[in-house]
């Protein structure tokens, strides 16, 4: 396993990035059917618990798991491409979710998608670049968004590899 220097097992909130290649269904418990397009998603969640961030990243980087949570429906059907993570003090994911809500790169397949347990729209959310542009280019636009939603809890981009 890499014990990547970025992902620790401090408290924090953390933004998946996740590539869907195909369109697909999938069930999501008692959400219901959702329609995945082909595309880059996002999913804001926090890791207050034990084992903090670098537990749940990895978590979610596996699909050998239970399903508890919505995103853990929809993982297997997307590839992890990475996370944003940031080591704040306070819990970022709704904040970080509105933040992207409010840009006209987003979508939502369904809304309260992942946001069961507060009042968000959702949080999990489909990322629709303008044309054609690169993987460096959208990780880029969303660090822009996250940072300037919170300027004082910098985001740092982990790759998949160091998920591991």
Known sequence: MNKSPLLKSDTGTYLLVMQCNEEQIV???????????????LYAGS????G?????????????H??????DYIRPHCTLQGAWVSY???????????ALLDTNSTSVPKKGLGSSDCGCWAHF???EAEGKVSYRTVRQQIEAVLQ????DATPV????????
């Open 27 to 41: 069930e999501v418990g008692a959400q219901g059917t959702v329609v995945l397009q082909s595309g880059v998603y």
């Open 47 to 50: 890791a207050f618990g034990p």
């Open 52 to 64: 903090g961030i670098a537990a749940r990243v990895r978590r979610h980087a596996r699909t050998d």
């Open 66 to 71: 239970a399903q508890h949570w919505h995103i």
């Open 88 to 98: 704040a003090d306070t819990k970022l994911e709704c904040t970080w979710a509105r």
């Open 125 to 127: 959310m489909r990322w």
């Open 148 to 151: 300037e939603a919170c300027p």
């Open 157 to 164: 981009w982990v790759e998949t590899s160091q998920t591991t």
